[in-house]
């Protein structure tokens, strides 16, 4: 059974962040641009879902955008 999260501590969004700003420094997305927004949204999807390791969400976002 997965684990869903329904809510993120301020700890928790900092490395979200930092793992949304890494993957977007590395494909040159701006800070408005469709594509970040859409990383932004998958990357929280996931955390949702029950993925809360680092290294776990950069390589699944980078796997899958």
């Known amino acids: 059974m997965k684990r869903y999260r329904d809510s993120v501590n ?13 993957f977007c420094l590395e494909r040159g997305l701006a800070g408005d641009s469709a ?4 990383a ?8 949702i879902r029950g993925v809360v390791k680092e290294d776990d969400l950069s390589r699944n976002l980078n796997a899958g955008l």
């Open 35 to 38: 594509e970040r927004e859409d």
């Open 40 to 47: 932004a949204a998958a990357l929280l999807a996931m955390f």
């Open 10 to 22: 301020p700890k928790e969004l900092a490395m979200l962040q930092s793992v949304l700003d890494r």
